[in-house]
T-cell receptor, first 116, second 115 residues
């Protein structure tokens, strides 16, 4: 069966510090991968998605970046965090390749980021 | 652009009551999928159901049921005989088929079930 795991689960970072959140998917190959953010009391916003190694599409301009160094690994980074980066970050995957064709989109456990 | 509206921000019910969570969507496309997710206090999003735009059959899974009506662009979710464990935030979402696209989420409905 397929599983998705992301870490760390919780982190508190000072303003201006770097960030690295990691997500891995097991039990499948060539998944589409996504990073979403959920600000307090709000819905979920897509930040990045990837249809393959090294292929990253950005949905929202910001000081965050994403990378996909391996097929089942998706990393969210920042060189200098802002207070507004605080939120709940969720990684997601689907078996669909490239375009969406109807497979379920599964989410990881999430990472709570507080920038102080 | 797509839009999903969950007008109910928060609902409180007493255990064993039935409750319906509303979801209204907007899209000009004819091929799309609708999802419902549950977000318990732990934060993870738990998949509940997906439904494609060509399948308007209602679905029942235990105490959960979904009513999909294209005529009103709605995909409502009913919990029968609610339980305390149903307390969570529920999200409705839409995604277009045939695009390297994103889930467009509603803002969620917080359901509080009390004894």
């Amino acid at each position: 069966s397929q599983t998705i795991h992301q870490w760390p689960a919780t982190l508190v970072q000072p303003v201006g510090s770097p960030l690295s959140l990691e997500c891995t998917v097991e039990g499948t190959s060539n998944p589409n991968l996504y990073w979403y953010r959920q600000a307090a009391g709000r819905g979920l916003q897509l930040l990045f998605y990837s249809v393959g190694i090294g292929q990253i599409s950005s949905e929202v301009p910001q000081n965050l970046s994403a990378s996909r160094p391996q097929d089942r690994q998706f990393i969210l980074s920042s060189k200098k965090l802002l207070l507004s980066d605080s939120g709940f970050y969720l990684c997601a995957w689907t078996r669909d390749r490239d375009t969406f064709s109807g497979n379920t989109i599964y989410f990881g456990e999430g990472s709570w980021l507080t920038v102080v | 652009a797509q839009k999903v509206t969950q007008a109910q921000t928060e609902i409180s019910v007493v255990e064993k009551e039935d409750v319906t969570l509303d979801c209204v969507y907007e899209t000009r496309d004819t091929t799309y999928y609708l999802f419902w997710y549950k977000q318990p206090p732990s934060g993870e999003l738990v998949f509940l159901i997906r439904r494609n735009s060509f399948d308007e059959q209602n679905e029942i899974s235990g105490r959960y049921s979904w009513n999909f009506q294209k005529s009103t662009s709605s995909f409502n979710f009913t919990i029968t005989a609610s339980q305390v464990v149903d307390s969570a935030v529920y999200f409705c979402a839409l995604i277009l088929t045939g695009t390297a696209s994103k889930l467009t989420f509603g803002t969620g409905t917080r359901l509080q079930v009390t004894l």
